[in-house]
C-alpha cells in the first residue's frame, strides 16, 4: 500500500501542477471588446475590515455601473469586475495578475493597506494606475523627492488627505481647540492604537508636527484592534493626564475604547483617523460618544451639497427605491471612481485611455472637482511630484444624545504642502 | 520516507541503495525529469495569471514543506509559521538593501537567519509538548509581528520594505515569465533537499521522535537536539520561502504575516497529508487553486443577468469564504490522512482493476 502511495507522489508532485495549470487555462475566458477598457475592483467584503470596506466597494461599484448607463468614457464602456479578496494578499496579488495577463485592465480600483502595499512594485513597473483606500502617507512621493522616501509610488492614487495628514490636521485643530480653551501649561498628545502598520502609519509623522505645535507628546498607549476590555490602557491615559488622543484603530476596537474610558472617567479629547467614526460606529456606541472628533473628506448622506444628487442616483444602482441612507465612506468610494473617470476622459481625448495617460490625466487639472460633485468631493490638486491631491481635512464632532446620532462640522484645515511631508 | 512501516508483501528491498532512493522505478524518475521540462516550457504556453499562480505554489510550497518537516515528521507543532516566513521575506530585503549583498545570496542567508531566530524560539519549545508547545510558538508568531511593526531599521516599521529584484550576470528576474524559473528551480531544490534529509539520519531520526519520543530517547536520539534541528530546518524553509516572496513582489509589508497565514500553512499541511512531501504540494496546489476556482464560478454567474446584483454577488462572497473553511473540515472527518492519501487509493484501484482488494 504505501509504497505505491509513495511511487505515486514522487511522480505526481511535479505532474499535477501541469494538469491543474492546464485545467485552470481551459476555465479561463478572456478577450475584451474593443469598446471597452477593463477596470480591476479589489474590495473586501468577506474579511477583517468588511464592514467598512463593503460601503466603500459599493460606492466604486454603484459609480461604475452609473458611469456605464450613462455613456461611459466618452462612448467607451468600463468592464469592469469586483473581487472580494477577503485582506488576503496572495489572493489580491492573483486578481491583478489575472486582470493584467487576460483583461489588458488600465486602472485598478484598491482597497486597504495590505493589497496596496503588496502592488506597488507590480502597478509602477506595468504603470496601471491604482486607487486606493489605502491613505498611507509614503504612497504620496511619485519620484523619491524626498530622501526620506524609500520606494517612490508612482502610479498609486487616493482620494482624501493621507493618514499623517489627517492626523496633522487634528493636531493643528488640537492646538487651536487648546488656546480657544485658555488653560494654562502644556498640552498633551498621545497616539491610541494596536501596534500594526495602519494605525502606525501617521505615528511618528503626527507626534513630530505635534510637538512643533507645542504639545508634550507622551508615549504611544498600545490597544488591539479587536474590542476588549481596554480599562487598563484608559487607566494610563487618565494617569498620564493626556488632553488630546488620536485613535488609530477603527471598528469595534474604538467603541470598546471609548466605553472602557468613560467608565474610568479619562478627561482626554478623543480624535480619530478617517475609518475611526461613521455614523454606524457612533449608533452602536450609544451614549457615551461625547464630542468625539473625527475627520472626512466628503458630506454626510443628509447633507444637501449639490453634488449630493449625483450620489443619490448613483445609489440607486444597487438601491432602486433610493432609501437607503449611506455612511460616508461610501461617498468616497464616489469620489474616487469619478477623479479616475475624469481622468480616463482626458486620457481618451489625448492619446487614448492607457493606464501612462490616465496618470498623466490625473495632473491635468488644479483645483479640481468632478463634474456633478461639488460639495461632495474635495478640490484635489496632484501633480508629477506630489500626489497629495488633498490637503484639507475636514473636521466633525460626533455626539449621540438621547438615542440620536448628531454630526457637526467643527471646521476645515488646511495643511501648506511642506516638502518635508511629502510621503511621510 | 513517510512509510517505513506497512510495506505490501512481495516488497523487497536487498541493498541500501535500494532502501534510499528518491524514485522507487526508474520510470518514476524519469516522469519526473520530463515533468520538469515540460514545466520549463510552461511559460511558453500559459499566461502571467497562471504563471504568478504557480509562483505562488512554489514560495506557499517551500514554507509548507518546512512546516511539514515539522509537524508531520517530527510531530512537534508550530502555530508561529507565518511569522517566521515574512521574517525571511524582511530579512532578505533588508540583507540586501542595508547590505548590498546580492539578492541570489541574500535568499539563502535570510533562511540561515530565520533559521537562527527559529532556533531561538525553538529553545524552550524543545523542552515542552503538546499544548503547551502550541502556546508557545503562539507567542513567537505575536513577538515577531510585534516586532516587524517596532523595527524600523530592519522592516521599515509601518512603511513596510522595498525589495530588489533578483538579478544574475545583469539578468533581472522581475517578470513573471523570468521569476518563474527561479521560483521553479528552488521549489525542486528545496524539496529534493527534503527528501534527501527525510532519508538521511537525522530524518530517520525525526520521524522517530515522531512516533515515539521516548523509545527514541532510549535508542541514543538527542531529543532536545533534534526537536531543536526540526525548528531550525522548519524555520530555514520558512525563511527561504519568504524571501522569494519579498523579491517576487518587491516590497513587503508586516500586514501579510498574520495568525492567519500561520493557520493557513496549517491547513495546507493537513489537507495534503501530514508526514508527506509529496502531499505537501497537493495541499498548497488545493490551497492556492481553491479560491481562485471559487472566484472563477463566481465570475461566471456574474456574466449572466444575475451579474451586478450587489446582494447575490456578496453573498456568494461569503460562501467562498465559508467553503474554505468546510473544504478543511471536510477533510478532517473524511479524509483524514490527507491529499496524498486519498490519491495513493485512487493509484490502487486503478493499478489492480478490475480486481482491487
Same mark, same amino acid.
Not at chain 1, 390 to 409: A, H, L, P, S, T
Not at chain 2, 187 to 201: D, E, K, P, Q, Y
Not at chain 2, 217 to 235: C, D, P
Not at chain 2, 311 to 323: C, N, P, R, S, T
Given at each position: 500500500?504505501?509504497?505505491?502511495?509513495?511511487?505515486?507522489?514522487?511522480?505526481?508532485?511535479?505532474?499535477?501542477?501541469?494538469?491543474?495549470?492546464t485545467a485552470?487555462?481551459s476555465?479561463?475566458?478572456?478577450?475584451?471588446?474593443?469598446?471597452?477598457v477593463?477596470?480591476?475592483?479589489?474590495?473586501?467584503?468577506?474579511?477583517?475590515?468588511?464592514?467598512?470596506?463593503?460601503?466603500?466597494a459599493?460606492?466604486?461599484?454603484?459609480?461604475?455601473?452609473?458611469?456605464?448607463?450613462?455613456?461611459?468614457?466618452?462612448?467607451?464602456?468600463?468592464?469592469?469586475e469586483?473581487?472580494d479578496y477577503?485582506?488576503?494578499v496572495?489572493?489580491?496579488?492573483?486578481?491583478?495578475k489575472k486582470?493584467?495577463?487576460?483583461?489588458?485592465?488600465?486602472?485598478?480600483?484598491?482597497w486597504?493597506?495590505?493589497?496596496?502595499?503588496?502592488?506597488?512594485?507590480?502597478?509602477?513597473?506595468?504603470?496601471?494606475?491604482?486607487?486606493?483606500?489605502?491613505?498611507?502617507?509614503?504612497?504620496?512621493?511619485?519620484?523619491?523627492?524626498?530622501?526620506?522616501?524609500k520606494?517612490?509610488?508612482?502610479?498609486?492614487?487616493?482620494?482624501?488627505?493621507?493618514?499623517s495628514?489627517?492626523c496633522r490636521?487634528?493636531?493643528?485643530w488640537?492646538?487651536?481647540?487648546?488656546?480657544?480653551?485658555?488653560t494654562?501649561?502644556?498640552?498633551?498628545?498621545?497616539?491610541?492604537?494596536?501596534?500594526?502598520?495602519?494605525?502606525?502609519a501617521p505615528?511618528?509623522?503626527?507626534a513630530?508636527?505635534?510637538?512643533?505645535?507645542g504639545?508634550?507628546v507622551q508615549?504611544?498607549?498600545?490597544v488591539?484592534?479587536?474590542?476588549?476590555?481596554?480599562?487598563?490602557?484608559?487607566?494610563?491615559?487618565?494617569?498620564?493626564g493626556?488632553?488630546?488622543?488620536?485613535?488609530?484603530?477603527?471598528?469595534?476596537?474604538?467603541?470598546?475604547?471609548?466605553?472602557?474610558?468613560?467608565?474610568?472617567?479619562?478627561?482626554?479629547q478623543?480624535?480619530?483617523?478617517?475609518?475611526?467614526?461613521?455614523?454606524?460606529?457612533?449608533?452602536?456606541?450609544?451614549?457615551?460618544?461625547?464630542?468625539?472628533?473625527?475627520p472626512?473628506?466628503t458630506?454626510?448622506?443628509?447633507d444637501?451639497?449639490?453634488?449630493?444628487?449625483?450620489?443619490?442616483?448613483?445609489?440607486?444602482?444597487?438601491?432602486?427605491?433610493?432609501e437607503k441612507?449611506?455612511?460616508?465612506?461610501?461617498?468616497?468610494?464616489v469620489?474616487s471612481?469619478?477623479?479616475?473617470?475624469?481622468?480616463?476622459e482626458?486620457?481618451?481625448?489625448?492619446?487614448?485611455?492607457?493606464?501612462?495617460?490616465?496618470?498623466?490625466g490625473?495632473?491635468?487639472?488644479?483645483?479640481?472637482?468632478?463634474k456633478g460633485?461639488?460639495?461632495?468631493?474635495?478640490?484635489?490638486?496632484?501633480?508629477?511630484?506630489?500626489?497629495?491631491?488633498?490637503n484639507?481635512?475636514?473636521?466633525?464632532?460626533?455626539n449621540f444624545?438621547?438615542?440620536?446620532v448628531?454630526?457637526?462640522k467643527?471646521?476645515?484645515?488646511?495643511?501648506?504642502?511642506?516638502?518635508?511631508?511629502?510621503?511621510? | 520516507?513517510?512509510?517505513?512501516?506497512?510495506?505490501?508483501?512481495?516488497?523487497?528491498?536487498?541493498?541500501?541503495?535500494?532502501?534510499?532512493?528518491?524514485?522507487?522505478?526508474?520510470?518514476?524518475?524519469?516522469?519526473?525529469?520530463?515533468?520538469?521540462l515540460?514545466?520549463?516550457?510552461?511559460?511558453?504556453?500559459?499566461?502571467?495569471?497562471?504563471?504568478?499562480?504557480? =509562483?505562488?505554489?512554489? %514560495? *506557499?510550497? $517551500? /514554507?509548507? +514543506?518546512?512546516?511539514?518537516?515539522?509537524?508531520?515528521?517530527?510531530?512537534?507543532?508550530?502555530?508561529?509559521?507565518?511569522?517566521?516566513?515574512?521574517?525571511?521575506?524582511?530579512a532578505?530585503?533588508?540583507?540586501?538593501?542595508?547590505?548590498?549583498?546580492?539578492v541570489?545570496?541574500?535568499?539563502?542567508?535570510a533562511?540561515?537567519?530565520t533559521?537562527?531566530?527559529?532556533?531561538?524560539?525553538?529553545?524552550?519549545?524543545a523542552? =515542552?509538548?503538546g499544548? %503547551? *508547545?502550541? $502556546? /508557545?510558538t +503562539?507567542?513567537?508568531?505575536f513577538?515577531?509581528e510585534d516586532?516587524?511593526?517596532?523595527?524600523?531599521?530592519?522592516?521599515?516599521?509601518?512603511?513596510g520594505?522595498?525589495?530588489?529584484?533578483l538579478?544574475?550576470?545583469?539578468?533581472?528576474?522581475?517578470?513573471?515569465?523570468?521569476?518563474?524559473?527561479?521560483?521553479?528551480f528552488?521549489?525542486?531544490?528545496?524539496?529534493?533537499w527534503a527528501?534527501?534529509?527525510?532519508?538521511?539520519?537525522?530524518?530517520?531520526?525525526?520521524?522517530?521522535?515522531?512516533?515515539h519520543?521516548?523509545?527514541?530517547?532510549?535508542?541514543?536520539?538527542?531529543?532536545?537536539?533534534?526537536r531543536?534541528?526540526s525548528?531550525?530546518i522548519s524555520?530555514?524553509?520558512?525563511?527561504?520561502?519568504?524571501?522569494?516572496?519579498?523579491?517576487?513582489l518587491?516590497?513587503?509589508?508586516?500586514?501579510?504575516?498574520?495568525?492567519?497565514?500561520?493557520i493557513?500553512?496549517?491547513?495546507?499541511?493537513?489537507i495534503?497529508?501530514l508526514?508527506?512531501?509529496?502531499?505537501?504540494?497537493?495541499?498548497?496546489?488545493?490551497?492556492?487553486?481553491?479560491?481562485?476556482?471559487?472566484?472563477?464560478?463566481?465570475?461566471?454567474?456574474?456574466?449572466?443577468?444575475?451579474g451586478?446584483?450587489?446582494?447575490?454577488?456578496?453573498?456568494?462572497?461569503?460562501?467562498?469564504?465559508?467553503a474554505?473553511g468546510?473544504?478543511?473540515?471536510g477533510?478532517?472527518?473524511f479524509?483524514?490522512?490527507?491529499?496524498?492519501h486519498?490519491?495513493?487509493?485512487?493509484?490502487?484501484?486503478?493499478?489492480f482493476?478490475?480486481?482491487?482488494?
Amino acid at each position: 500500500m504505501k509504497k505505491t502511495t509513495m511511487k505515486a507522489a514522487r511522480q505526481h508532485k511535479i505532474l499535477l501542477p501541469t494538469l491543474l495549470a492546464t485545467a485552470v487555462l481551459s476555465v479561463s475566458t478572456g478577450a475584451s471588446a474593443a469598446e471597452s477598457v477593463f477596470v480591476g475592483h479589489l474590495a473586501d467584503m468577506s474579511g477583517p475590515t468588511a464592514f467598512i470596506g463593503k460601503v466603500y466597494a459599493n460606492g466604486i461599484r454603484d459609480s461604475l455601473a452609473y458611469i456605464n448607463a450613462n455613456g461611459g468614457i466618452n462612448g467607451t464602456t468600463l468592464e469592469y469586475e469586483t473581487i472580494d479578496y477577503a485582506y488576503k494578499v496572495p489572493q489580491a496579488i492573483a486578481a491583478y495578475k489575472k486582470w493584467k495577463s487576460r483583461k489588458n485592465m488600465v486602472v485598478m480600483q484598491g482597497w486597504g493597506t495590505a493589497d496596496t502595499e503588496a502592488l506597488i512594485s507590480f502597478v509602477a513597473k506595468d504603470k496601471t494606475p491604482v486607487f486606493s483606500a489605502s491613505y498611507s502617507g509614503h504612497l504620496t512621493d511619485p519620484t523619491g523627492k524626498n530622501p526620506n522616501t524609500k520606494k517612490p509610488a508612482p502610479y498609486n492614487f487616493f482620494y482624501g488627505a493621507s493618514y499623517s495628514d489627517a492626523c496633522r490636521g487634528l493636531v493643528q485643530w488640537a492646538a487651536e481647540d487648546w488656546k480657544a480653551k485658555g488653560t494654562a501649561g502644556k498640552p498633551k498628545f498621545t497616539h491610541i492604537g494596536a501596534n500594526h502598520p495602519f494605525p502606525n502609519a501617521p505615528k511618528k509623522a503626527c507626534a513630530e508636527y505635534a510637538t512643533e505645535l507645542g504639545f508634550d507628546v507622551q508615549s504611544p498607549v498600545v490597544v488591539s484592534m479587536k474590542p476588549g476590555d481596554f480599562k487598563a490602557q484608559c487607566l494610563s491615559i487618565k494617569s498620564s493626564g493626556s488632553n488630546y488622543g488620536y485613535i488609530g484603530n477603527l471598528g469595534g476596537s474604538v467603541l470598546s475604547l471609548v466605553k472602557s474610558c468613560n467608565t474610568v472617567g479619562t478627561d482626554i479629547q478623543f480624535m480619530s483617523n478617517i475609518w475611526g467614526g461613521d455614523r454606524k460606529t457612533f449608533a452602536a456606541a450609544g451614549e457615551g460618544i461625547k464630542d468625539y472628533i473625527f475627520p472626512a473628506m466628503t458630506p454626510f448622506w443628509d447633507d444637501s451639497a449639490p453634488g449630493m444628487n449625483l450620489v443619490r442616483e448613483i445609489s440607486k444602482m444597487s438601491d432602486k427605491s433610493g432609501e437607503k441612507s449611506r455612511l460616508h465612506h461610501y461617498m468616497r468610494g464616489v469620489c474616487s471612481t469619478y477623479f479616475m473617470k475624469e481622468a480616463m476622459e482626458w486620457a481618451d481625448a489625448n492619446g487614448g485611455i492607457t493606464g501612462e495617460n490616465v496618470k498623466k490625466g490625473m495632473y491635468a487639472q488644479s483645483n479640481w472637482v468632478p463634474k456633478g460633485l461639488e460639495g461632495v468631493c474635495l478640490a484635489a490638486n496632484w501633480t508629477a511630484e506630489d500626489h497629495r491631491g488633498i490637503n484639507q481635512v475636514n473636521i466633525y464632532k460626533g455626539n449621540f444624545n438621547g438615542g440620536e446620532v448628531k454630526i457637526d462640522k467643527v471646521t476645515t484645515v488646511t495643511l501648506t504642502r511642506r516638502d518635508d511631508w511629502l510621503g511621510y | 520516507m513517510s512509510s517505513l512501516a506497512l510495506r505490501p508483501c512481495g516488497d523487497f528491498r536487498t541493498s541500501y541503495k535500494q532502501d534510499n532512493t528518491i524514485f522507487e522505478t526508474k520510470t518514476i524518475r524519469r516522469m519526473a525529469i520530463i515533468a520538469i521540462l515540460v514545466l520549463c516550457t510552461a511559460p511558453l504556453f500559459v499566461d502571467g495569471y497562471v504563471l504568478t499562480l504557480c =509562483i505562488q505554489i512554489a %514560495y *506557499l510550497g $517551500i /514554507a509548507a +514543506l518546512g512546516l511539514n518537516i515539522l509537524v508531520g515528521y517530527t510531530g512537534q507543532i508550530s502555530l508561529g509559521h507565518g511569522a517566521f516566513f515574512g521574517f525571511g521575506a524582511f530579512a532578505s530585503a533588508w540583507l540586501n538593501t542595508s547590505f548590498h549583498i546580492p539578492v541570489f545570496l541574500s535568499i539563502p542567508l535570510a533562511g540561515f537567519l530565520t533559521m537562527a531566530v527559529g532556533m531561538m524560539f525553538g529553545l524552550p519549545a524543545a523542552r =515542552i509538548k503538546g499544548l %503547551y *508547545l502550541a $502556546i /508557545a510558538t +503562539l507567542a513567537s508568531q505575536f513577538i515577531i509581528e510585534d516586532f516587524f511593526a517596532r523595527a524600523d531599521w530592519f522592516s521599515g516599521g509601518s512603511y513596510g520594505a522595498a525589495a530588489e529584484p533578483l538579478t544574475m550576470f545583469g539578468f533581472a528576474f522581475d517578470t513573471d515569465q523570468s521569476f518563474y524559473y527561479v521560483a521553479l528551480f528552488a521549489l525542486v531544490t528545496m524539496f529534493i533537499w527534503a527528501c534527501n534529509l527525510l532519508r538521511s539520519r537525522d530524518g530517520r531520526a525525526f520521524v522517530a521522535i515522531r512516533d515515539h519520543y521516548l523509545s527514541a530517547e532510549i535508542m541514543g536520539i538527542k531529543l532536545n537536539k533534534y526537536r531543536l534541528l526540526s525548528f531550525g530546518i522548519s524555520s530555514f524553509y520558512a525563511g527561504i520561502g519568504g524571501a522569494l516572496y519579498a523579491h517576487y513582489l518587491g516590497y513587503v509589508s508586516a500586514e501579510g504575516f498574520t495568525i492567519f497565514l500561520s493557520i493557513q500553512f496549517l491547513a495546507m499541511i493537513i489537507i495534503g497529508g501530514l508526514g508527506s512531501v509529496k502531499g505537501t504540494l497537493m495541499g498548497v496546489i488545493f490551497m492556492v487553486f481553491l479560491p481562485e476556482v471559487l472566484e472563477s464560478g463566481v465570475s461566471v454567474l456574474k456574466d449572466t443577468d444575475w451579474g451586478n446584483v450587489p446582494m447575490v454577488v456578496d453573498g456568494l462572497a461569503y460562501i467562498k469564504e465559508m467553503a474554505i473553511g468546510l473544504v478543511i473540515i471536510g477533510f478532517l472527518i473524511f479524509e483524514p490522512e490527507g491529499l496524498a492519501h486519498r490519491w495513493a487509493q485512487i493509484k490502487n484501484y486503478w493499478k489492480f482493476y478490475p480486481f482491487s482488494y
